[in-house]
C-alpha cells in the first residue's frame, strides 16, 4: 500500500477567550493519497474551513491546534515553526480561499503578486518569474495574459480574479491543493468552468486536491471519495458511490434528502434537516446530531458513537449496531 501523501491523525482545535476553550474540531482523521481528489462537505459551522487551515497552519486570532499529528510526506507539520511553513506553504501546499477579491491585495497589480510568489518560493530572477506568472494566466484561460498582468483586481471580473488566484497558487507546482469553496460566489456557469479547470490542472500537474464545500453536487462530479463533517467529527467517509447510493450515517442522508432530484424539479417536496446545529461553546455529549436524528436513541445523547467501517466505509453512528433492523427509511 502506497504512503499517503498526507495523514491527519486525531486532529483536535480551540479557540481560547474569556469564557474558556472552544472546541472546534474534536478528534479528525484522514487520508489523502497521491493524485486523489476528497471533498470535505456539511453546514456552515461544521468544521471543514477550520481543518483545512489547521493544515497549513493558518489558524486566526487565538485558535490552536491542541492535539494530533499532520503527517505530510513523512514530517509532521503540527511541529513546525511558522518559518517552517512558510516554505511549505506556496510551494508544496497551496490554498485557494473563497473569496479572490480578499485574497488579492488591491494596491499591486495581478501579474505583480503572482511573480511574487514565484520568486518568494523558487528564487527565479525577475524577468523569469514574470514570464511564468504571464504563463500561468495563460494557463488558466485569461485573454490577453501580458496586458492583464498589469491589471489591477478590480480590472478583473469575479470569474477571472478566482482564474488567477487558482494560477497563484499552481505557480510554484504543489503537490497538494486546498481550495475552500472556490465557486461560491460565482454563477452556475463560472463556477462549471472554475472546476473544469481544476480537474486538468489537476491531471496536468499530478497534484491531489481537498475540495470544500457544502454543494454535494460539485462534489459527485470531481471527487472520488467523501468527508462528511457536523460538530467538529467526520460522521461519514466513504468513496462517492457510498455517500451518494450507500449512505449509513442520519446525516448523510438528511443532506441527501434536501437536495433536489434531477427531473424532479418543482414537483418533489424537499425535506429540510429540523433543528440547528450545535453549540461548540458548550460540552457536547454523545453524537453532535442527536438533536436533531429522526432514529435518536438514548445512548446517543450519551455517549459518543464509535465508527463502523465495511470495505474503507465509515459512519459515526450507534444506530448502526442495530444491523439490519436499520435500513434508514
Not at 49 to 61: A, E, N, P, Q
Not at 226 to 253: A, Q, R, S
Request: proline share 5%; charged share 25%.
Amino acid at each position: 500500500m502506497k504512503e499517503p501523501l498526507l495523514s491527519l491523525k486525531d486532529l483536535k482545535v480551540s479557540f481560547f477567550n474569556n469564557s474558556g476553550e472552544i472546541k472546534v474540531i474534536r478528534g479528525v482523521s484522514f487520508e489523502v493519497g497521491k493524485g486523489e481528489v476528497i471533498g470535505i462537505v456539511g453546514e456552515s459551522g461544521s468544521g471543514k474551513s477550520i481543518t483545512s487551515m489547521s493544515i497549513i497552519k493558518l489558524l486566526k486570532g487565538t485558535g490552536k491546534i491542541t492535539n494530533g499529528e499532520i503527517i505530510y510526506k513523512g514530517e509532521n507539520l503540527a511541529d513546525k515553526t511558522e518559518k517552517e511553513m512558510m516554505k511549505i506553504r506556496g510551494n508544496d501546499i497551496a490554498m485557494i480561499f473563497q473569496d479572490p477579491m480578499t485574497s488579492l491585495n488591491p494596491v499591486f497589480t495581478v501579474g505583480h503578486q503572482i511573480s511574487d510568489v514565484i520568486r518568494r518560493h523558487q528564487r527565479l530572477g525577475k524577468n523569469e518569474a514574470k514570464n511564468k506568472a504571464i504563463e500561468m494566466l495563460r494557463i488558466v484561460g485569461i485573454p490577453s495574459p501580458e496586458e492583464r498582468y498589469n491589471n489591477y483586481p478590480h480590472e478583473f471580473s469575479g470569474g477571472m480574479r478566482q482564474r488567477a488566484i487558482i494560477a497563484m497558487a499552481l505557480s510554484c507546482e504543489p503537490e497538494l491543493l486546498i481550495a475552500d469553496e472556490p465557486t461560491t460566489a460565482l454563477d452556475v456557469t463560472i463556477q462549471a468552468q472554475i472546476l473544469k479547470l481544476l480537474m486538468e490542472l489537476k491531471e496536468k500537474m499530478s497534484a491531489s486536491i481537498i475540495l470544500i464545500t457544502h454543494d454535494l453536487g460539485v462534489v459527485a462530479n470531481t471527487c472520488s471519495k467523501v468527508i462528511v463533517m457536523y460538530g467538529g467529527l467526520i460522521m461519514e467517509e466513504g468513496t462517492v458511490d457510498d455517500i451518494f447510493y450507500n449512505p449509513m450515517h442520519p446525516y448523510t442522508k438528511g443532506l441527501l434528502q434536501s437536495l433536489p432530484k434531477k427531473g424532479t424539479e418543482g414537483k418533489q417536496r424537499l425535506i429540510p434537516i429540523k433543528g440547528n446545529p450545535p453549540d461548540l461553546s458548550k460540552t457536547i455529549e454523545g453524537c453532535p446530531f442527536s438533536g436533531r436524528c429522526p432514529y435518536v436513541m438514548n445512548i446517543c445523547k450519551k455517549q459518543q458513537p464509535k465508527y463502523y467501517e465495511k470495505n474503507n466505509h465509515r459512519a459515526m453512528c450507534w444506530i448502526l449496531d442495530k444491523g439490519d433492523e436499520y435500513n434508514g427509511k
